[in-house]
């Protein structure tokens, strides 16, 4: 543990004391933490053991210090730093609660990234964010002299129209991201949904025309449809409603076909939690 001679100066409080504070911490975050698990094992992490806990909180950027029974100090860093695996950093002043989240990561074409574009210039999205992890690509995309991370967030002030959703936030990247960092990426991504009280999400893929080649990375989806004039748009929904919406929408269920990559895992973990989240995927000619 990095030594912070400091420590002695500091008020510790108790652990229940924090709890939703400006820290945003939660028993669960200290108990699927894996790093923390390593360090105090699994046996140490009971709620009555954390409720005997005290805690200080530092700063953003460095983190807690907690007392354990028996375990003295553990410095616990602050999310999004070096030691810590992807998060989700939004502006302080960013509405969550009954968001819509849409994604827009590509696979197919550039049609992901229209889309992104698309939605950021007609519903005047405002850059808000992005995920933090050291073992992202170091690229930065460079907009009007503004550097922007590889995985960015927007959000506004447009209001989306699925009941009870109250607002829009928009994930993007041109980055294919690295398939050792995927399922990573997806777990805190649903995990800060969770924390944040997102209501629902569309992922938006892409699919190669009929008789074409798909992308050189092998992340395009494998998708088997009726190549037809009035088909050019197939859904999948992880739990009946979005499955019931997409139909209402007018647009037609894939039947089968195979989806690779973080679209994937997304559309995977939300299907096995049962949540409001559906993937709208468009005919590209690649």
Request: proline residues 6%; aromatic residues 6%.
């Amino acid at each position: 543990m990095r030594e912070l001679p400091f420590l002695s100066t500091l008020p510790f409080l108790p652990f229940e004391a924090v709890l939703g504070g400006s820290a945003n911490t939660s028993l669960d975050r200290f108990r699927n933490d894996s790093m923390l698990m390593e360090k105090v094992g699994a046996d140490v992490l009971s709620d009555s053991h954390l409720r005997s806990c005290h805690v200080v909180y530092l700063n953003d950027d460095e983190g807690f210090v907690m007392t354990l029974p028996a375990n003295g100090l553990i410095h616990y860093p602050a999310r999004g730093s070096y030691m810590e695996g992807p998060m989700l950093r939004l502006n302080s002043d960013v509405k969550t609660d009954n968001a819509m989240v849409i994604t827009c990561f590509p696979t197919v074409g550039m049609v992901s990234s229209i889309v992104g574009h698309y939605l950021i210039d007609h519903l005047d999205l405002e850059y808000v964010g992005g995920v933090v992890d050291p073992r992202l690509p170091s690229i930065s995309l460079i907009q009007k002299g503004v550097p922007l991370p590889p995985i960015r967030a927007y959000a506004g002030e447009p209001t989306c129209n699925l009941e009870g959703c109250t607002q829009i936030i928009l994930l993007m990247s041109e980055l294919v991201v690295p398939e050792q960092l995927v399922h990573e990426i997806v777990w805190s991504l649903f995990e800060w949904s969770k924390a944040e009280g997102i209501k629902a999400g569309v992922v938006i893929d892409a699919f190669a025309r009929a008789g074409m080649k798909g992308n050189l990375n092998g992340s395009e989806p494998v998708v088997d449809y009726d190549d037809t004039e009035e088909i050019d748009l197939v859904g999948i929904g992880a739990n009946e409603e979005m499955r019931k919406k997409l139909v209402e929408m007018g647009i037609p269920l894939l039947e089968q076909g195979v989806i690779k990559g973080i679209n994937a895992a997304i559309l995977g973990e939300s299907q096995r939690r049962g949540l409001g989240l559906m993937s709208i995927m468009v005919e590209a000619d690649t």
